[in-house]
């Protein structure tokens, strides 16, 4: 039963006008009457609890500023991660786009903006940037550096 009950779309808490997804709606004039948002902890004063979606709290709480830079993040690092996984064909990049994009439902109904996991995997994916790699400078090849090893030919010997 409790299998089923975390399946459903919608509880009780969710529908209604002081529900979860009412809130959303109710947010969006808000949103248009404040372009500098509400500030932080000041949505407690109009709702009982905080609007649970990172894209209108974002909007909300730190202005429209905030809300079209978290877009923006979100999309440009799908946009890299994407590019990696082009470039480098490895299953590393595949598995860190694939991570990142299970996080979007979640932010949907949570305030993702605290998780640190979520943090830590928008670092990996534009640290390890294709970019910033190729234009990374070689070290010159110096007759005083390490001696290179090399093997002798086939069928020749020392």
């Given amino acids: 039963q409790k299998l089923l009950s975390r399946a459903t779309l919608a509880e009780p808490y969710d529908v209604g006008r002081e529900g ?46 905030a809300g079209v830079v978290w877009i923006l993040l979100t999309g440009l690092s799908f946009k890299v991660a994407i590019e990696n996984e082009r470039a480098t064909k490895s299953p590393i990049m595949m598995w860190l786009s694939f991570s990142l994009l299970a996080q979007l439902p979640c932010a949907m109904l949570q305030q993702v903006e605290h998780w640190r996991h979520l943090w830590l995997l928008l670092g990996l994916l534009w640290g390890v940037n294709v970019r910033n790699f190729a234009s990374a400078p070689q070290a010159p090849n110096r007759a005083w550096d390490a001696p290179q090893l090399t093997r002798p030919a086939a069928g020749l010997s020392r």
């Fill in 20 to 65: 979860r997804y009412g809130r959303y709606f109710l947010a969006i004039p808000m949103i248009l009457d404040n372009p500098l948002g509400l500030g932080m902890l000041q949505i407690d004063k109009y709702f009982p609890e905080p609007i649970h979606n990172v894209f209108l709290s974002s909007f909300l709480n730190y202005g429209w500023l």
